[in-house]
C-alpha cells in the first residue's frame, strides 16, 4: 500500500486540493495517518461515480434491476481488488523478511523449546553424583542455580533457523 499526500492524489487525478477535500468531507474517500493509498482512493471513487451513474440518467426508471445488480458488481469488485491488494502487499513483505509463516514460527517455537527441555532434563545426569557427596544445602542449591543458569545462557546465545 503506497501512501501519497492529498495534494499529490489530486495533481495526478488532475482534481484541485479543494475539491479532493470536499471528497474526504464527504465520506468518499478515507485517508490512512492523513495520507492517502492512490489504489483503494481511486477505486472507491470509480464505485461512487459508477453508483452515481443512473442518478443522472433522465429516464432511469427501467434500469432499476440493472443498475442494482451493477452496483453490487462494482462493490464485489472493489472488495476483490482490495483483497488482492492485501494478499500482493503480504507477499512482498514476507519476501523482505517482515513477516513470517505461522509453520516457520511453529516449526522455531517448537526447536528452541526442546532444546530448552534437553538442556534442563540434562542437568540431573551431570551433577547428580556431586550433589549426593554434598551435605550443605546452600551448597547444593548454589550448583543447582549456576548449572540451570549456564544452561539457559547457552540456549539464549544458541540461534535456531
Known sequence: MALISQ???ARRQGFSKQYVGKLIKQGKI???DGMIDEYTAN????????????RQRKNHG????QDDMHNLLVKT????????GKL?????KEKLGELVSIAEVNRVFYAKAKAVRDGILNVPDRISALLASIND???IHKI?????????EELSHHDIS
Not at 43 to 51: C, D, G, H
Not at 77 to 83: A, G, M, Q
Not at 88 to 92: H, K, N, P, R, S
Open 62 to 65: 427501467s434500469y432499476f434491476v
Open 88 to 92: 500482493i502487499e503480504a507477499e512482498v
Open 137 to 139: 544445602p546452600a551448597e
Open 30 to 32: 478515507h485517508l490512512i
Open 43 to 54: 477505486a472507491e471513487l470509480e464505485m461512487k461515480r459508477n453508483i452515481d451513474l443512473p
Open 7 to 9: 495534494s499529490e492524489w
Open 144 to 152: 543447582l542455580t549456576k548449572e540451570l543458569r549456564q544452561v539457559l
Open 77 to 84: 469488485k472493489l472488495k476483490n481488488e482490495i483483497e488482492k
